[in-house]
């Protein structure tokens, strides 16, 4: 691509570069995104603190190209996990919440931001704070945002964005 994007996923790469892989997906095709998903999924419930019925809770970076499939990766999630309502791109309200019972699921997308100082004049880190899951895409846009204990989920595609593979990697500390 070599555009903007490609410079703030840089930027923010090297920012987390302390990160270690914890687990990858390997490359599959966006009709075999669901089984990719479930195996992300039980493995944040082992990771991360979770409520008693196993839902886990805390911050990951969504990180991927634009068209990458991040959007797609969580209305998949909310739909494998069987959260009210149908995911949608939060990208011109910064934030949508799903729910599962008394748990909350929080989409950020930082993509409109003009820089980090307006994420934290609009407060978004109160969302960090709950007992929620918080998906956070274009991290790079407010990367002092984020807690340090965040996970990183890279979403990278080998190939061309409407056919090609994708794969996921999840990074922690």
């Excluded at 839902?55 to 739909?79: C, D, E, H, I, Y």
């Excluded at 990183?152 to 990697?169: K, M, T």
Aim: proline content about 4%; overall charge negative; charged content about 20%.
């Amino acid at each position: 691509m070599g555009g903007t994007g490609d410079k703030l996923i840089k930027r923010h790469s090297d920012s987390m570069s302390h990160l270690q892989v914890v687990w990858k997906s390997g490359p599959f095709l966006l009709n075999q995104l669901d089984a990719a998903v479930r195996s992300l999924w039980s493995e944040l419930q082992v990771r991360m603190k979770t409520d008693d019925t196993g839902n886990p809770s805390g911050v990951v970076a969504l990180q991927g190209v634009m068209g990458a499939g991040k959007t797609t990766f969580v209305r998949a999630l909310g739909k494998s996990i069987g959260l009210d309502g149908d995911a949608v791109s939060p990208t011109f309200g910064l934030v949508q919440c799903y729910r599962k019972g008394d748990w909350q699921l929080f989409h950020l997308d930082l993509y409109r931001l003009n820089d980090e100082s307006e994420a934290w004049d609009l407060g978004l880190t109160e969302y960090f704070d709950s007992d929620a899951l918080c998906l956070v895409e274009w991290p790079e846009q407010a990367p002092g945002l984020l807690p340090n204990h965040s996970f990183l989920l890279q979403v990278i595609v080998h190939g061309p964005h409407d056919s090609g593979a994708r794969e996921l990697i999840l990074s922690h500390s």
